[in-house]
């Protein structure tokens, strides 16, 4: 991971992750990810591809490795750029990147309330679990995370 991709993930972390649900990453958590070789990045720009140029991302995914199956850690879509299927495109690469791998299925942990629930269930994923109290909003409340699986 170069400075310049690591710049391009926080620009689009600080501007697609509201506060107040306490999922976003600070610079120092993602660099740590991305230390371990089972932990990958991937950028997307404009066209649904990786851009030519970092700087031009418009979204970003952070994805964990095991022996079979792979975990999505963030998935993010700059505001101005959203409902354009830059998601689904991500979704979609990162299926592809992980049945390359040998993965045969694919996990998130969304917050209960997030209307991204829709887009996973359009690319497939089905609810399989609730962790209680598994996120720390920014009031001191908790809230449910819901796990998700698509079989590739
Ligand atoms: C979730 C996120 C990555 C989706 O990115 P996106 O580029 O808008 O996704 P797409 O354009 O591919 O959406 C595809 C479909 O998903 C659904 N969808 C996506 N975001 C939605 C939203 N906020 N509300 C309702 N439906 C939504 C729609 O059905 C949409 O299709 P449509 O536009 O034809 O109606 C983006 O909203 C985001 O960055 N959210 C903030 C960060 C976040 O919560 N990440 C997920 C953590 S688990």
């Given at each position: 991971m170069t400075d310049d991709e690591l710049d391009a993930i926080m620009r689009i972390m600080d501007a697609a992750f509201d506060p107040?649900?306490?999922e976003a990453w600070n610079r120092r958590q993602i660099a740590s990810a991305l230390t371990m070789s089972n932990t990958h990045a991937t950028l997307m720009g404009a066209s649904g591809t990786a851009p030519a140029d970092p700087g031009e991302s418009l979204g970003f995914a952070i994805v964990r490795a095991a022996?079979?199956?792979?975990?999505?850690l963030l998935?993010?879509?700059?505001?101005q750029a959203r409902r354009r299927g830059l998601g689904a495109r991500l979704i979609a690469t990162?299926?592809?990147?992980?049945?390359?791998?040998?993965?045969?299925?694919?996990?998130?942990?969304?917050?209960?309330?997030n209307p991204a629930r829709t887009?996973?269930?359009?690319?497939?994923?089905?609810p399989i679990g609730r962790r209680k109290n598994y996120y720390?909003?920014?009031?001191?409340a908790r809230m449910d995370?819901?796990?998700?699986?698509?079989?590739?």
């Open positions: 107040q649900w306490g022996p079979g199956e792979e975990e999505i998935i993010a879509v700059m505001p990162l299926a592809d990147n992980a049945r390359q791998r040998g993965a045969t299925r694919i996990f998130l942990e969304m917050r209960e309330n887009l996973y269930v359009a690319e497939g994923f089905m720390s909003l920014r009031d001191g995370a819901i796990t998700f699986a698509l079989d590739l």
